[in-house]
């Protein structure tokens, strides 16, 4: 008897991060995406579903990952591929606990590895003592994982051309909005990552990078000039010679970096 497609959630504060991840498990036959949505509504959603596999964001505003799984009962909690950016935060529980996890920004072969094993484990005779497992594991994860601020992002690993190279958040000169994705800017060089401006924004070391526009962040070590426009805006002027426009109404947040105005 053929089984019916795994009930699969998506759970992420970043609505485009959401629909990159629904994109690709729609593409596998054996899963059907039940529905995605932040960490607050993550629990209702879960329970009203029955979803069977949840990939699961670790950092969200006003309710983490953690903190879906602790609101939900025991016989509701589902398997879960845990979703972070954070090598340094919960990978090492993970690994522990022998939970499944996708370390931002992931590539397809990496996302396709954590959906086959979630489905072996759901395809498993005996789902009663299967559940018990997992259970368990979260359980103790839950009561491990110490649920401190990470450091800032230090280093980004980028797929460019059949290769991965690492490279400094120090050495990123501005970052530009691509869709789903980010452009790093680096020395003249254009790297494109699988991660939205919002997930590098709240990663990044924040006393050395700013949002200065809807589709922008900068480096504030990169600026040279600042030339004031009409209306509140202004235009950075890099070290490479690059222009950026500084919205007004990212203009404060700016200034109080540097402790002057402009």
Known sequence: MTRPPIRTAI???????????????????????????SGVDAPALIERTA????????QMPERDGFGVLA????????????????????VRAFEVHAIDYLLKPFDDARLHTALARAKQRLARPGDGADAAGVQAQLRALLADTVRAEPAPLERLLVRTRGKVIAIRAA????????????????GGAAHLVRQTLAELEANLDPRRFVRVHRKAIVNIDRIREIHPLFRGDCTLVLSDGTQV????TRRAEFERLFGTAT
Do not use: C, M, N
């Open 11 to 37: 759970v992420d504060d970043e609505p485009l991060a959401r629909a990159v991840l629904r994109q690709l498990l729609e593409q596998d036959p054996d899963v059907v995406v039940v529905g995605d949505t």
């Open 51 to 58: 979803a069977e596999l949840v990939f699961l964001d670790v």
């Open 71 to 90: 609101a939900l009962p025991p016989e509701a909690l589902p398997q879960v591929v845990f979703v972070t950016a954070h090598d340094a935060y919960a």
């Open 171 to 186: 050495d990123i000169d501005w970052i530009e909005a691509a869709d789903y994705y980010a452009t790093l800017h680096v």
């Open 245 to 248: 426009r500084l919205s007004r």
